[in-house]
């Protein structure tokens, strides 16, 4: 009876492989932070083929996602949002920010989250980084203009305490209000932080 031959290349893919992934990137993104990690590095780390990675999160913001164990990834659901008119963006950003924390699947993970940047300081460094480059950059090149980045970053600001106040602190009566509600309220707001400043006036003029 003749013995199998070794196996010879990378790892097929199965559970504890994907286990394996995510162990990798967990401790990637913690040590070296979200942007300096790669993809190739991590399935290199993992011995895994880097379509492994692919087949099984799809993106670098999909590994990270599940890396979080977020049931919706905010990352993955705002490029889908950003490719509308810029007018109506912030009307779309507030409805998914309604519609996934409206849902207890999606939102309990995210307030895990939020649990777990609050008390580790490098996850809190890897959870501010994701949302800077994941989220405030790629709403400062959907808008572009003066001060972009500044805007994006106050819209975001804007939406953090909206969260903040609605689904982790249930301030009543805005914990109780219904989206159509919420967005008659703030939405004039979150319009006017998007629209570009007008330029100062010099001196003596």
């Known amino acids: ?17 994907r286990a394996q992934i995510l162990d990798v990137a967990r401790r990637r993104f913690l040590a070296e932070g979200y942007q300096a990690v790669t993809m190739r590095s991590i399935a290199a780390e993992a011995d895994v083929d880097l379509a492994l990675i692919s087949y099984f999160f799809g993106s670098k913001k999909g590994l990270f996602g599940a890396v979080l164990a977020l049931a919706t990834n905010p990352a993955e659901r705002l490029a889908l949002v950003l490719e509308g008119e810029v007018e109506t963006l912030p009307d779309r950003i507030l409805a998914e920010v309604l519609d996934v924390w409206g849902s207890p699947v999606a939102a309990d993970p995210l ?9 580790d300081p490098a996850v809190g460094t890897l959870v501010s980084e994701v949302l800077q480059r994941e989220m405030v950059d790629r709403i400062a090149a959907r808008i572009g203009g003066a001060d972009a980045r500044r805007r994006a970053c106050d819209f975001a600001a804007h939406l953090a305490g909206l969260i903040m106040a609605r689904y982790i602190l249930r301030l009543e009566p805005l914990a109780s209000l219904p989206p159509d509600e919420i967005a008659r309220t703030h939405l004039p707001l979150l319009r006017l932080v998007l629209r570009p400043r007008p330029a100062s006036p010099r001196p003596g003029r």
């Not at 009876?1 to 492989?17: C, F, L």
């Not at 307030?111 to 008390?119: E, I, P, V």
């Open 111 to 119: 307030r895990a989250m939020l649990g777990s940047a609050a008390q």
């Open 1 to 17: 009876m003749m013995n199998n031959p070794p196996r010879r290349g990378r790892r097929a893919g199965s559970p504890d492989t």
